[in-house]
């Protein structure tokens, strides 16, 4: 065989990276231990319990944390067994922390934090626009709301009594 046909039958350097690349990758899947998964887990739990407080990383953290004490006990459990463990885990471990936490809420101490209309329950603000057909503007801060309520004058002053979305409830301010 000639230089040039032995040539042509070796593979480039960009696909010889490519190839190392996935043996790596291979490599490392293979060889996962339940240690891996132990750090994963506690190293998703601290970020959890220190920065993120969402309850998102914590779901993967068990998840991850249950996938090693599987590997632990059957050490010659497969990473693509593992990987479909961690997967069902996951799902199931979010599923069942939806729920539990629509059921059992956390209390905040400021409940209407990232609830900006109804900060402004029980505040009284007046008319930059008169409320006709249900509907008007106030000025709150500085920023303009839309309010519904009875019709009223430009500049009768208004109590906020609720919200609906982003529209303020009000009635007349005595």
Do not use: A, N
């Given at each position: 065989m000639e230089l040039w046909q032995e040539l042509l039958?070796?593979?480039?350097k960009r696909s010889q990276k490519k190839i190392n690349k996935q043996h790596k990758m291979l490599y490392f899947l293979t060889t996962l231990t339940y240690w891996h998964w132990f750090g994963l887990g506690v190293a998703l739990l601290i970020i959890e319990l220190v920065v993120a407080n969402t309850g998102?990383?914590?779901?993967?953290?068990?998840?991850?944390?249950?996938?090693g004490l599987l590997l632990y006990v059957?050490?010659?459990?497969g990473w693509s067994y593992q990987f479909l463990i961690f997967a069902f885990t996951l799902i199931v471990c979010a599923v069942i922390g939806r729920k539990y936490f629509h059921r059992h809420p956390i209390q905040s101490n400021e409940p209407t934090l990232n609830k900006r209309a109804n900060q402004y329950v029980g505040r009284t603000f007046m008319l930059i626009s008169s409320i006709e057909n249900g509907r008007g503007?106030?000025?709150?801060?500085?920023s303009i709301w839309h309010v519904s309520g009875s019709d009223l004058p430009v500049g009768a002053k208004v109590?906020?009594?609720g919200t609906q979305g982003t529209v303020l409830k009000v009635e007349r301010a005595e």
């Open positions: 039958k070796l593979p480039s998102f990383l914590l779901w993967i953290s068990v998840s991850s944390i249950f996938v059957f050490s010659g459990l503007t106030i000025k709150v801060d500085d109590r906020v009594v």
